[in-house]
């Protein structure tokens, strides 16, 4: 290996059935930097890493680790483990049901001759040195999806790890738990270790890597220095082809021309449920597109979540279309027309035992009844329709949506969705650890829909893609509302000096 190489993988080949993830690629590590490894969902990146790592066994090449003679043998995470590498995967893998203690030391503990005391001990000391607000005896649940994040990464870091991966680490982290997690970061790299850092934010790229690998179909695009790739070259490599100005998508799409007299499609006065946010006042007209904003933990998708009776609601009324409904659970929602898109598509959205196709037609057959089953024949129809029209990248139908990429187990929930051929659809974010082009897409359509009639409530944590989606946002802090912004207002500056102060 070169000198101050700590890593390097060469000509790494991974095939599954209808599917070649991995073809040739090589990856370079060095000591004490960190390294952003780039490319659209489905370009190889997760599977790079499972390999890497000992989930998924190579097919053909070698890896090299530092102070290792020869090929590394990694045939299991534990392999991995003990050689220095250690990994904070994109969808947390901790366990909900144990405590925080128990979590940071599982698989290193004597189980019934342990001396929890001291391991509670070294919990809350490694826990107060990372700022994270939690207690080694609490249990993982109570923490919110951002602590947990947190503490998955302070086990990583806690392992003496030699190649630290991150991917997609600040997916559920608001800006100030980023800019910690950074600082970590950096700490690590002045110490030797090397991080290869996986990310959706090019920002975070920009703001915190030393060199970035792009992948596309699998295959290694290159490997270059953060000075010598700008941003637009770095989009343009991973998808291939030049990419359309993102702020003229709204310019592409015609809107919907409104009717004078026509009530809201869904108004919402003084809602409120059991998740903790204050009484809101709510309402979407026909083929509009909307949106909840604010930092982590505001409110937004407590708010969705009451709109859809996804949370209990203990008050307020709704009207649809001037008339007053019901809804105390998701199935109330759908037989009005409203579809929903969770925040957590592993805990809330996919099926994963489940085909493509049956996680497709799933809503639909929920509104349908048990009793009056899709037959296969129509079933296919249905999957093969949107596997092609939100260009879902799968072997077949018949593919378990836990072997697809998290971009597109992203499209085959909104294509369940779709094909309730809802009135009023929340998207709560949508384009969360998906790649740009994909988000692109996904922006898109949510715009036909809406020059089509469709009513879209769009939440998302990235500012810039609110501003170029949404005609009216919703302003959240604290768990309750503190603005509403349209037309002029709808800027960066407005937005944040809203959630910074409130209403002036």
Not at 259 to 279: F, H, Q, R, T
Not at 326 to 351: C, H, S, T, W
Not at 446 to 455: N, R, T
Request: a negative charge; proline letters at 3%.
């Amino acid at each position: 290996m070169k000198e101050n190489v700590v890593l390097e993988m060469r000509n790494i080949h991974k095939s599954f059935p209808g599917v070649r993830a991995l073809q040739g690629v090589d990856f370079t590590l060095r000591k004490g930097e960190i390294h952003a490894l780039m490319g659209e969902n489905g370009a190889g990146k997760s599977t790079l890493i499972k390999v890497l790592t000992g989930v998924y066994g190579k097919d053909e090449g070698a890896i090299h680790l530092d102070g290792c003679e020869g090929a590394a043998a990694i045939h299991s995470p534990q392999d991995a483990q003990k050689l220095g590498i250690s990994t904070v995967y994109q969808e947390i893998t901790l366990c909900p049901n144990l405590s925080v203690a128990e979590n940071m030391f599982i698989g290193r503990t004597r189980g019934v001759g342990q001396n929890w005391k001291k391991v509670n001990a070294d919990t809350d000391k490694i826990l107060r040195s990372l700022d994270i607000p939690a207690k080694p005896t609490q249990q993982l649940e109570s923490c919110s999806i951002a602590v947990q994040q947190m503490i998955a990464i302070a086990r990583a870091v806690d392992m003496e790890c030699k190649v630290l991966i991150l991917d997609e680490p600040t997916s559920s982290l608001d800006e100030q738990e980023v800019e910690k997690l950074f600082g970590l970061m950096r700490n690590l790299r002045e110490k030797g270790v090397g991080i290869v850092f996986v990310t959706h934010f090019l920002d975070q790229v920009y703001e915190v890597c030393d060199r970035i690998t792009v992948m596309r179909d699998g295959q290694l695009v290159g490997e270059y220095a953060i000075k010598d790739l700008p941003r637009v070259q770095l989009v343009s490599k991973m998808l291939g082809k030049e990419l359309d100005d993102m702020s003229d998508i709204k310019d592409e799409q015609q809107e919907y021309e409104k009717e004078e007299g026509i009530p809201p499609v869904l108004e919402a006065e003084g809602l409120v449920s059991d998740a903790g946010i204050k009484p809101f006042d709510f309402h979407i007209d026909k083929g509009e597109v909307n949106g909840f904003t604010g930092l982590l933990g505001s409110g937004r998708s407590e708010c969705v979540r009451a709109i859809f009776g996804a949370d209990r609601v203990t008050g307020g009324t709704v009207k649809m279309k001037g008339k007053p409904v019901k809804i105390n659970r998701p199935l109330d929602a759908m037989k009005n027309g409203i579809a929903y898109l969770p925040e957590d598509r592993k805990m809330d959205g996919i099926v994963g035992d489940l085909s493509v196709r049956d996680n497709i037609i799933l809503a639909q057959q929920v509104l349908r009844g048990f009793f009056k089953p899709f037959s296969k024949a129509e079933a296919n129809k249905i999957a093969d329709e949107y596997i092609k029209l939100l260009s879902i990248k799968t072997a077949s139908a018949d593919t378990p949506i836990r072997s697809l990429s998290g971009g597109n187990q992203q499209k085959v929930i909104l294509a369940r969705w779709l094909f309730t051929h809802p009135e009023y659809l929340i998207l709560d974010e949508p384009t969360r650890g998906i790649d740009v082009g994909t988000k692109v897409d996904i922006q898109k359509l949510v715009l036909k829909l809406a020059s089509e009639g469709m009513s879209v409530t769009f939440i998302s944590s990235e500012l810039d893609e609110m501003l170029r989606t949404c005609s009216r946002l919703v302003v959240m802090r604290d768990r309750r509302v503190v603005g509403e912004l349209t037309k002029e207002d709808l800027n960066q500056n407005k937005v944040m000096n809203t959630i910074a102060g409130g209403e002036e």
